[in-house]
Nanobody, 120 residues
Framework: QVSLVESGGGLVQAGDSLRLSCAAS????????MGWFRQAPGKERELVAS????????YYTDSVKGRFTISGDNAKNIVYLQMNSLKPEDTAVYYC?????????????WGQGTQVTVSS
């Protein structure tokens, strides 16, 4: 059974930093691309960042480039999202996600999400 469990969300002020963590189990990191989606109230889900640790292939949505960094600890099966210079518009529920690294699959596996709230 695949399990993705997020942690690290909270309430911070604009300009602060947070690091989200995703503990993954039931999957082999080498076969998956890991990522982070977010969904703000009234908005569509947005892929924030993704990465395959085996190839160092990364993706960031334009709004977070230069501020967010996705990384992982392969030995521990943990994916991180370091978020710096947070803005109120970053407020959302952040979801850890995973998909097969075949260039065709959707993100089939989702965590329950962790709330990030950035005050001004």
């Amino acid at each position: 059974q695949v399990s993705l469990v997020e942690s690290g969300g909270g309430l911070v002020q604009a300009g602060d930093s947070l690091r989200l963590s995703c503990a993954a189990s039931g999957l082999t990191f080498g076969n998956y691309r890991m990522g982070w989606f977010r969904q703000a109230p009234g908005k569509e889900r947005e892929l924030v960042a993704s990465k395959r640790q085996t190839t160092a292939s990364t993706y960031y949505t334009d709004s977070v480039k230069g501020r967010f960094t996705i990384s992982g600890d392969n030995a521990k099966n943990i994916v991180y999202l370091q978020m710096n210079s947070l803005k109120p518009e970053d407020t959302a529920v952040y979801y850890c996600v995973a998909r097969l690294s075949d260039g065709r699959s959707d993100y089939d596996y989702w965590g329950q999400g962790t709330q990030v709230t950035v005050s001004s």
